[in-house]
């Protein structure tokens, strides 16, 4: 009895397959009514000819089932048996497995994370609404050849109310405020002085409230604030009802409107760190997510044309090219400069917005991905070499196959299988290693690359690697593959052994093959990290011209609300200038402490310029460049050990009554005093004249790959902080970490108001500012080594086979007399030939890829002699020594017992 | 009668049917006859295989059916080698060659 579902299924069954039977049908009648005709045509009778020709053809019924089988496509049912030799063979060679997937591992591992910045940081799409179609307008100054300057706040407003070609114009201010929270100590935290055009023109919608509006921008507009999104969970734990709500920053009170989603920074800090100055919260390091947008209220009342404190950012209109919109502000500027006595020498400088953001970081990590590929490359071929090695072994096995009648595809789709399972596990491993590495990556990386924090192993990342592991299977199979293919079936089945065939040399070439690309490989990536690593040196062998060792900084923002900056009383603001006095004091009077500095910025803060003239030569100044101004107090140059070259340097007396006095460096007097003595001769700027009363030396404050530029040193008594900043220089003995509680503890004593911040060793700040000098190199440095030693392995084991190979002539050659040191030289000589063409490939490879290295070298050119000598010699050395040991192997043996194993 | 000892080597059948198709399209018989007339009938194909055979070929796309009219007038299914059926075709002849001197120098060899 058939149950209804088996009736059902072979209804199906039938209902699908009812043509084809038909079909089978026929035809095998068919040839059964040939067989009977031709039975006829022998004589037998026409019964007799139909019985024989049944039995003849035998059971219909079992041909149609097998013809039904053959029809059926197969490719499962062999795959799954490929895939379970597959797993048997690999299992079989533990040593091989390990090895190989390892590698795979490595070279995936390295690829993934690399690729998930790169992916992260540059491929990405931009948060923001079209932007390439957003411009950054910088302000450039022909006198001091800068093209990044930001813009005056009137500029702005002409730059909004005459272009055509931007059919919009926002502009923003990077700020660092003192948020005193309700319970714990005081937060310095880095905000967006944004006009209300901004957050719009970049497509940036709130989460909760609004944005700006144009009455927000007015002002004495009530003051209200934006919150990012991190912000709104950490201060307020994501209540909904934080609109209307108050924080205080810098003391004032402002209420909160809206939360935007943290991305609404994106690009801001880039923009900051690109400028010629006014970097604001870009020059503190790491710690720079905004946090807070207020409205940035441009009032040209306030901020006159003089003062360049904001950043210009348009949207094309549509139609209009970058070019157009470049020679349209060129236009605009250069009216400005007719009418206006403060813009001499100003033009404007349009650039993408993308160019702003990835540009600094785009060369470096293309590098790393540029290296990273080709370590992938070397993997590859160190697998391939491994896997051809070991169809030596399995050549027999292969014949034999053939023999049994496997077909050449099922042999490639066997190979195949076995690659795309040691792929399989390389890249889980890889996957694994790269999710490990990928958080220290992160750490390790720079201050200042865009949404480094969003870099993660997703399934972007995941999906590019899956289609180069299919790459790297195929890579690995098929080159064994082919080699299998051109087995001599007839020499493998004779031979006793696998000595000697022309298969045997014809296999030990292509292994030499890859051995050699990985040796290019390695030489390539070794010449790179070479150079980097030089340039780093170069880097660190630079004199700052300011002494870190024993020195720890701390920073601090004066609000304006109990630190009031009138500029009708400037420079005499009693309030800082206590403040600062009463800090110095305090700290002086902390153990192990044995100077004390106040700075308006540290050393290695560019701070900011300005233009000035020497008194009696104001016709030259016209076509001077700006000159930094530095603001210290007295004990800024013991702190620091900048020396003191002539004159003197400031005392107690040099205070806001007293007459203004300056220092300048060794560079202005180079610059600006050339044949003449600056002692005693008057420099002018900010409307006051300052007597030169000392020189002092040189410091790189641009950083270490700067030269350290023309600037003048006035007393902080003389010349307070405009803004409030104010940075503390201690230079102290033993632990310098013990001291920053006690600095915090000083300045909470002060005013338990402000927040303390940046506070490190100055040492630290100074390896910060080589951050990305220091990421590239180490990493390039990582995947050379890792080539390297791929490398190695490779020769020892090309090497390793050839003395195997060798072995019944090396034995033969000894047992003639031959010496082990002969023995040992000819098989040096063959892995220093490998060696020698994987060097020339190389070094060719690297005079090629290293002027892609260029934008990142300092002091070393991309074609340095020294580094192209030096690294090869090296990877030269380590194949020598990785074809010795084989070779002290080849003699080892007992000649005889080799001579009959033969 | 006594063909039975023309017994195929496996894996050389779809290799034969291959061989006759090369000239012209045939239906299943026509194979049968042209091979054991190529063989001066020391090989004889099994019906019970060749069928068998032939569908495995067209799965595997070297060979393709038609139905068409024999010129007695009779409906049967005419089978044609493909382009890529040509190319697998020599590739095989090439491994037979291999196979069978592999095969001969063992024989030889052992032959004192």
């Known amino acids: 009895m058939d149950s209804p579902r088996e009736i059902w299924s072979r209804l199906r069954l039938w209902l699908r397959s009812n043509e084809m039977e038909r079909d089978m049908d026929e035809e095998m009648r068919f040839h059964i009514e040939k067989l009977i005709e031709r039975n006829v045509r022998e004589g037998m009778s026409p019964a007799e000819a139909r019985r024989t020709a049944l039995v003849r053809f035998g059971g219909v019924e079992r041909f149609k089932e097998e013809s039904r089988r053959e029809s059926r496509p197969r490719l499962l049912e062999e795959l799954l048996q490929d895939l379970r030799y597959g797993i048997r063979a690999l299992r079989r060679n533990p040593g091989f497995t390990l090895v190989a997937v390892l590698t795979l591992g490595l070279g995936i591992g390295a690829n993934a994370a690399i690729f998930s910045v790169v992916d992260g940081v540059l491929l990405r799409p931009v948060p923001l609404e079209n932007a390439d179609r957003l411009m950054v307008v910088w302000e450039t100054d022909r006198n001091t050849g800068t093209t990044r300057e930001p813009a005056s706040v009137p500029d702005f407003l002409d730059f909004r109310g005459l272009s055509r070609r931007f059919e919009q ?80 920053l810098d003391d004032l009170p402002y209420t909160v409107i809206g939360v935007v989603p943290d991305s609404a920074d994106f690009g801001t800090l880039q923009i900051l760190s690109a400028a010629d100055y006014s970097r604001a919260f870009a020059d503190r390091g790491r710690a720079a997510r905004v946090e807070v947008w207020v409205p940035l209220r441009p009032d040209p009342e306030t901020l006159p044309r003089a003062t360049h404190p904001i950043f210009v950012l348009g949207r094309l209109a549509p139609g209009a090219t970058p070019e157009q919109a470049q020679q349209e502000m060129t236009a605009v500027m250069a009216d400005l400069e007719k009418t206006y006595p403060e813009n001499t020498a100003r033009g404007a400088f349009i650039e993408p917005f993308p160019e702003v953001v990835f540009g600094p970081v785009r060369p470096a990590l293309l590098v790393l991905l540029g290296a990273v590929a080709l370590v992938l490359l070397a993997a590859c071929a160190n697998i391939a070499s491994l896997l051809v090695a070991r169809g030596a072994v399995r050549q027999r096995e292969v014949a034999v196959r053939t023999v049994l009648g496997a077909g050449w595809r099922r042999l490639l789709r066997q190979f195949l299988v076995e690659s795309a399972l040691l792929t399989a596990a390389g890249v889980a491993l890889g996957l694994v290693l790269a999710s490990l590495t990928l958080d220290l990556l992160v750490a390790m990386a720079p201050g200042g690359i865009p949404r480094l924090s969003e870099v993660g192993l ?88 300011f002494r870190t060792e024993g020195v720890v900084k701390a920073e601090v923002q004066l609000p304006a609300s109990r630190y009031p900056r009138s500029f009708a009383t400037w420079p005499d603001w009693p309030e800082q200038q206590g403040f600062n006095d009463r800090l110095v004091e305090r700290v002086r009077a902390l153990p192990g402490v044995e100077s004390v500095a106040m700075a308006g910025n540290h050393p290695l803060d560019a701070g900011f310029t300005n233009s000035f003239s020497i008194v009696g030569r104001e016709d030259e100044a016209r076509d001077w460049p700006e000159i930094a101004i530095r603001r210290v107090s007295a004990g800024y140059f013991p702190t620091l050990g900048v020396q003191l070259v002539r004159g003197r340097l400031f005392q107690d007396g040099d205070g806001a009554k007293a007459p203004p006095v300056l220092l300048i460096n060794k560079e202005a007097a180079r610059r600006f005093f ?25 410091e790189r404050f641009l950083g270490l790959g700067e030269a350290p530029p023309a600037a003048v040193y006035s007393p902080l008594a003389q010349a307070p902080s405009m803004n409030g900043s104010g940075c503390l220089l201690v230079r102290g003995r033993g632990d310098l970490a013990a001291l920053i509680p006690e600095i915090r503890g000083a300045v909470r004593e002060l005013d338990p108001g402000l927040a303390v911040f940046g506070e490190e060793p100055l040492a630290t700040t100074l390896a910060e500012s080589m951050g990305q000098q ?23 084991g090309v090497l390793s086979f050839v003395v195997v190979q060798r072995a019944p002539e090396m034995g033969i050659r000894m047992a003639l007399g031959a010496t082990q040191r002969y023995v040992v030289r000819q098989v040096v000589w063959q892995g220093a030939r490998l060696a020698l063409v994987g060097l020339a490939l190389g070094l060719a490879g690297a005079f090629v890829l290293t002027r892609f290295l260029s934008g990142l070298l300092f002091g070393v050119g991309a074609t340095d002699p ?37 | 009668m006594s063909k039975e000892s023309g017994d195929l080597i496996p894996g050389t059948l779809d290799m034969l049917v291959l061989k006759a198709l090369q000239l012209e399209p045939m239906h299943g018989w026509g194979i049968t006859e042209r091979i054991e007339q190529w063989s001066k009938n020391v090989l004889s194909i099994n019906q019970g295989s060749l069928y068998p055979s032939l569908y495995r070929l067209q799965r595997q796309g070297w060979i393709t059916s ?47």
Not at chain 1, 674 to 691: A, N, V
């Open chain 1, 458 to 545: 997703d399934g972007r990342v995941l999906s590019v690697m899956l289609a180069v592991s299919v790459l790297v299977a195929l890579t690995v199979g098929l080159i064994p593959a082919f080699q299998a293919r051109k087995t001599d079936l007839q020499a493998t089945l004779k031979e006793e052994s696998g000595h000697g065939s022309t298969t045997d040399r014809q296999r030990s070439r292509l292994r030499s093959v890859l051995v050699v690309a990985e040796l290019a490989l390695a030489v390539v990536l070794s010449v790179g990290a070479g150079l980097l690593l030089k340039s780093f040196w170069r880097l660190q062998q630079i004199d700052p011209g």
């Open chain 1, 674 to 698: 050339q044949g003449r003595d600056p002692l005693g001769q008057k420099i002018s700027y900010w409307r006051t004249e300052w007597t030169i009363v000392g020189i002092v030396s040189n």
């Open chain 2, 66 to 112: 038609e139905w068409q009219v024999t010129e007695n007038g009779r409906r049967a299914r005419y089978y044609q080698i493909t382009r890529a059926g040509k190319k697998q075709l020599t590739e095989e002849q090439r491994n037979w060659k291999r196979l069978s001197q592999a095969v001969d120098g063992i024989l030889e060899m052992t032959a004192p």
């Open chain 1, 169 to 248: 114009v926002a502009a923003f201010q990077g700020l660092e405020l003192n948020l005193v929270p309700l319970e714990g100590e005081p937060r310095r935290l880095a905000a967006l002085a944004v006009s209300h055009e901004l957050l719009p023109m970049a497509g940036i919608r709130p989460l909760l409230g609004r944005t700006f509006l144009p009455a927000d921008d007015e002002t004495g507009a009530p003051g209200v604030a934006l919150i990012g999104e991190s912000f709104w969970q950490k201060q307020f734990a994501s209540d909904p009802g934080v609109l209307g709500r108050a924080i205080r």
């Open chain 1, 774 to 796: 220091r990421f590239t190199m180490l990493l390039l440095a990582a995947f050379a080594g890792l080539a390297l030693v791929l490398a190695v392995v490779g020769v020892y």
């Open chain 1, 866 to 902: 020294v580094t192209f000598l030096a690294v090869p010699g090296l990877v030269l050395l380590a194949a020598l020594l990785a074809s010795w040991v084989p070779a002290q192997r080849a003699t080892a043996a007992d000649p005889m017992s080799i001579l009959r194993a033969s």
